[in-house]
């Protein structure tokens, strides 16, 4: 047996905002829409993980979610544009990550991160 997939499913009060911060700000393509779940994704090949943590790293706070890209600098473009306030970082960590934290329009602290 193996997995195949895990993901992380989130509640909230209402679907309008995931499109502008998931799709707007990260790229991702909605993958899935139901009215009452949206998945949002990417056509690359997405490893399987799931991290559990007692601290995030550098003394932050644990993040409801890590996301990856590729550049960085582009997303936090893309952040500060949309007057998206950003509450750690960007920060150069000493485990080879160039990262920052943000919340989505839901509350969920979400770390975005590139491997340097």
């Keep these: 047996m ?4 895990i993901v992380s ?3 909230v009060s209402t679907l309008d905002k995931t499109a502008n911060f998931y799709t707007d700000i990260f790229g991702l393509e909605l993958l899935m ?6 998945t949002y994704g990417s056509n690359e090949v997405m490893s399987v993980q799931i991290s559990f943590a007692t601290e ?6 644990v993040p409801d ?4 890209v590729d550049d960085i600098e582009a997303v936090l ?6 007057n998206i306030p ?3 970082g960007p920060e150069n960590e000493p485990w ?18 590139q491997h340097e």
């Design 2 to 5: 193996k997995v195949k997939r």
């Design 9 to 11: 499913n989130i509640e």
């Design 33 to 38: 829409d139901h009215g009452w779940i949206r």
């Design 56 to 61: 995030g790293g550098s003394g932050t706070s």
């Design 65 to 68: 979610l890590s996301i990856e």
């Design 77 to 82: 473009e893309k952040v500060k544009d949309a």
């Design 86 to 88: 950003i509450e750690y």
């Design 96 to 113: 080879g990550v160039r990262r920052f934290y943000v919340r989505d329009p839901f509350g969920k602290l979400i770390n975005v991160l």
